[in-house]
């Protein structure tokens, strides 16, 4: 893994930067009003990643209360991963690791969520690849989600059985915890 570049929470200064990444690699594009209104609504659930001070990748969520995914009948606080993106030159570093492996610490320790859910294309095989790797499942198929028609799939992750490590993204609470400095042995190719 290249271990050149830096994961920290987005700033309002990286708008410009996250936009041009999502208007460049994703057919979904959101306007800078968007981005900001998550990033006020949800400040620690929004990361960048950056190489020699330039912002190269932006993954960000959203905190949700409804219907449980993973428990049927139930409510439950959710973490919405709305989008991950980063630049085509920048990948298979690892940087779509870190940044999932940051939402998902954030989002169960900063915004105690006890499940995390996704949507994500099913030509999107890298994605679906990482994804599982934190242990992800898919749940459901929603036909034609996307603009263009193509469907997606509905990944969820439960938080309150799953204890977060960096080298296969979720063990059971049995495991040994996590240390931080751990981050940079993460060994995934795919994003």
Known sequence: ???????????????????????????????????????????????????????????????????????????AKKGHIISIAVLPEYRSRGIGQVLVFKILESMSSEYNVSECYLEVRPSNRAAINLYKKFTFKMVREISGYYRDGESAYVMTLDLSKNKLTPNIGVQHFNSRPFRKREIQSTGNRDF
């Open 1 to 75: 893994m290249d271990k050149n570049f830096k994961v920290r929470l987005f700033k309002e200064d990286d708008l410009d930067e996250v936009t041009h990444i999502n208007w460049t690699c994703l057919p979904e594009n959101y306007v800078k009003s968007f981005f900001r209104d998550i990033h006020y609504r949800f400040p620690k659930a929004f990361f960048v990643a950056s190489v020699d001070n330039k912002v190269v990748g932006y993954i960000m969520c959203r905190v949700e209360k409804g219907f449980s995914v993973i428990k049927r009948l139930s409510i």
